[in-house]
């Protein structure tokens, strides 16, 4: 009956999926891919001419930013738009609208297996403080944590209204946290961000002579302590919009269960 009765979010959820993947992650990608193509392959390339070697690595990166750029963009968009394919389907051939909220969880799934594989193997999780790659020169210090906040989290703010149910909302919720804050971050050694020496790393860029108050053994701990908790704000950021997914879940699970129960009651009242 939730499927039944919620067409119009159902709908609606996939559209604003595919609108978010499309204008967000396409446009970064598709950007950064200029930036790639006509910046730094144009400049080497014309480094490169008559050196067959050179040429050829050229052509070589050329390629894997295409694929790395639009790969994982790609296969969203395409779990996304087969999704509604799939409901339109469903609903129009009178099936179990059951199956609606089950394609819909295994798309949210396929989301997640997209965001980890994007980020275990395109994205630089390890990148020292003075590297200019992966999300570093965007979010500073955060790096990837900042960047799943930004491009990859917001699609999973559509549980906030898309009519799953509630076991089903904290396992698609779970998991994605699993795989994109502990899994892969675990296996990358993404966490070394946030090491000691690290931020001793990034903080000596703005001081090359190393003689600010943060250098200073009797502040030097503290700095770095500081550093660290600001550096994971992003993190604890989408801890509590897991947290607070799964609560209004619960809650919206409970009214609906209490308004269906009262409205089987009040059925059977009438038919006597």
Known sequence: ELA????????CGYVLALLF???VQFGHN???LFIIIEVL??????EAEGDPAAEKAVNELRTEAYLSNL?????ALFFWGCGLAGTLAIYRRNCRPQWVLVLLEAVFLLQIVVMGCDLGLNQTLTSSADQIEGWQPIFGVSGWVAAIAFYQLPIFLLLFFVPLPFLQTSFITVMGILVNLVIVPLVGNGWVIFSYERIKETL??????REGPCFDPEYQDLCIQLCQ????????????IGLMIIIASFSSSVTSRRNYTTKRLVRVLTMQ
């Not at 392959?41 to 014309?46: C, P, Q």
């Not at 790969?71 to 296969?75: A, K, M, S, T, V």
């Open 71 to 75: 790969l994982y963009p790609f296969l």
């Open 30 to 32: 598709v950007s950064n």
């Open 21 to 23: 993947v499309i204008v």
């Open 4 to 11: 039944a009765v919620s067409k119009s979010r159902v709908y």
């Open 204 to 209: 000596s860029l703005f001081d090359e002579d």
């Open 229 to 240: 908790w600001n550096a994971s704000l992003p993190a604890l950021s989408i801890l509590f």
């Open 41 to 46: 392959l144009d400049f080497y390339g014309k």
